[in-house]
């Protein structure tokens, strides 16, 4: 998997109402970024524990199985954070996208 596709992944488990499909889809080897690997074997532990999964949550997880590096260039808490800034984007280019065909059409004199 490509790492943006590894992010993508990561970020409908931890956002999603129900991460389920997306757990059940991807297996910890898919994850080719040994971080990200380490994140997605944390939230499905989570999952599997019937536990909530949240920034906060798998944070203080990760933390307490001695896996939340917050010292390298690469830190958990970058890409957690990173996580959350690509679901930000990919939301913003939703809209963007919702609304692009009443704009092209209020612009070129389609219908309004």
Known sequence: MDALIQEAVLAACVWSSSPEQALMLARPEDFTVSLYRVIF???RE???ANEEIDLLMLAEHLRRTGKLDMGSDES???VLHRIT???AELLVQCIE???APRDFDR??????
Request: cysteine-free; overall charge positive; aromatic content about 10%.
């Open 97 to 99: 996208r919702l609304h």
């Open 107 to 112: 612009l070129y004199g389609g219908p309004s």
């Open 46 to 48: 989570r999952f599997l």
């Open 85 to 87: 800034s690509n679901v």
């Open 76 to 78: 958990t808490v970058l």
């Open 41 to 43: 074997e944390a939230i």
